[in-house]
């Protein structure tokens, strides 16, 4: 079921193009992140739906009802911003309490959402604490139920975690998860980490220049990537220019050697110029008794990354990583030694521009 519309929406500052042709249908119950490096749009287009600002172009629809002109406070959504914007003077019990209070609800009521909430967030001990007596992530947890005691029919997330060490953010992006999940209700969350992203989302809109390149589940954005830009953002891989031999057989030429793709080439004609990509992962030494495309190649330099291993390695002027796992086992090749690397058809990915 449909619960979310954003149709051809854009948005323009003093004729500066933030956001452009955007069309998003999200599902109730739906987790579905914004991605994209800074300044793609990604932040505007989730205030658009907040109602903190109006589309230039295009419409705001939840649950059959436009909202694209309502202000925020007449539209049923909770806000989890990136600075916490929580209420200094305030105990943690009435920041999750305050927007129950604004809207006049019976303190009986209010009393017992805020016992929720704060089961919830898992600080039953805290809610006659103040912001300042608490870390980050709780404070963050805090902001998170002050936005959901109103029940809202979206929650917004504004690179909540953004603030914190790397170890609470792990953590906390899992309670962010399963609290959605338990709780059923459509998630919108805007980041700048891949690694984020792909770990907690039923589907992700990778953002470049304020448009959409792609849209698909982590699945699909991280394993075909369509675009060039969403295969340099999403993940490590490996980028070069092929020539295509013969668009029937998918059979194309990387550096003089014939590579078989997976992929279709329709509309391509021999001799054809075109942009490929092949993860990390997809290579493998030849030794390993794993068939498919091979090239010849030369050891260029060996980086230990804890659990993965990335060596590089050069075919003709073009150079890929290729990642394998670690174990105290793992017999490496020595730098500068000449091998031989293979991969599949399916590795080689065709990028439509």
Do not use: W
């Not at 907040?50 to 295009?58: D, K, Q």
């Not at 914190?164 to 919108?188: F, N």
């Amino acid at each position: 079921m449909t619960h979310l519309v954003l149709s051809n929406i854009s948005k323009q500052f003093a004729g500066s193009t933030a956001v452009q042709d955007f069309n998003l249908e999200v599902k109730k119950g739906e987790f579905v992140s914004f991605l994209g490096p800074s300044g793609c749009g990604k932040t505007t287009t989730l205030r658009m739906i907040a109602g903190f600002e109006v589309p230039t172009t295009g419409k705001v629809i939840l649950d059959d009802v436009e909202i694209t002109d309502k202000a925020p406070n007449q539209r049923n959504v909770g806000m989890v911003f990136q600075a916490y914007a929580l209420f200094p003077n305030m105990t943690v019990a009435q920041n999750i309490g305050f927007g129950m209070r604004i809207h006049r609800e019976p303190e009986s009521a209010i009393k017992e959402r805020v016992t929720e909430m704060l089961a919830l967030i898992h600080l039953e001990q805290k809610g006659n604490s103040y912001p300042a007596e608490l870390s980050g992530g709780q404070q963050q947890r805090v902001a998170l139920a002050r936005a959901l005691a109103n029940r809202p029919q979206v929650l917004l997330l504004d690179e909540p975690l953004s603030a914190l060490d790397a170890k609470i953010r792990v953590s906390l992006r899992a309670e962010i998860r399963s609290i959605q999940r338990k709780l059923g209700i459509t998630a919108i969350y805007v980041t700048h980490d891949q690694e984020e992203a792909l770990s907690i989302s039923d589907r992700i809109v990778v953002m470049s220049q304020g448009q959409m390149e792609q849209v698909g589940t982590p699945f699909e954005i991280y394993n075909f990537p369509q675009t060039a830009f969403v295969a340099g953002f999403v993940g490590t891989l490996n980028t070069t220019d092929a020539e295509v031999i013969d668009p029937v057989k998918k059979l194309i030429k990387i550096e003089g050697v014939r590579v078989e793709t997976a992929d279709d080439l329709d509309g391509r004609q021999k001799g054809d110029k075109i942009k490929i990509a092949i993860r990390p992962e997809r290579l493998h030494f030849a030794s390993e008794g794993k068939r498919g495309n091979e090239f010849d190649c030369r050891i260029e330099n060996i980086t230990f990354l804890g659990s993965v291993v990335r060596i590089l390695v050069a075919v003709g002027n073009t150079k890929f990583n290729m990642d394998t796992f670690n174990n105290p086992f793992l017999e490496l090749p020595k730098i500068g030694a000449k091998d031989q690397v293979t991969c599949s058809r399916e590795a080689v990915l065709v990028l439509k521009n």
